[in-house]
């Protein structure tokens, strides 16, 4: 269900390139998700594949307080993914699902309560190289924080599943964090 696919030989993304995706959404929708099938992939210094926050959306302020996704966290609560959400007092967190050795899911999101949405889901990124992977830039799908000032749940962290012969780089990141 990989609705961004790009196929080729060899992919670059220069300095100041971004390949993202739309806001994140709600149960029922497509989901997004990022598909590079090639045979290498470069992320060159000050490039990025960007797909914080694009996963599941978070719990709506006063109209639907639990995060969105298999995951999604309750009442103020943190989204799941790799592992549990973080908890609020009592209120039910989010559930842990997914693979742990071929992650291919976006995160799900926070809880939101009664002042605040929760925080959003990470997208889902998946790299198939049949050669060489070199990241000097940034992959990310990060869950974001519930808005500043209030109380609701972060999202989870999204997944990033890169397949190669060789990976490489330098400075470069790669992080799939949950929201605080």
Known sequence: NWNTTLRATGVTIQAGGLMALPPAYADGQMSNNICILCTSLVVSAGGAINTDGKGYRGGIRLTEHRGFGPG???????????????????????VAYDSDAGPLLPGSGGGGESSANGGDGGGAIRVMGAESVTVDGTITANGT????????????????FISCSTIQGAGGAITARGGA
């Open 72 to 94: 999604g966290g309750g009442f103020v609560s943190g989204g799941g993914h790799g592992g549990r959400g973080g908890r609020y007092q009592s209120y039910v967190r989010g």
């Open 145 to 160: 924080d519930s808005p500043p000032l209030f109380s609701g749940g972060g999202g989870s962290g999204g997944s990033i």
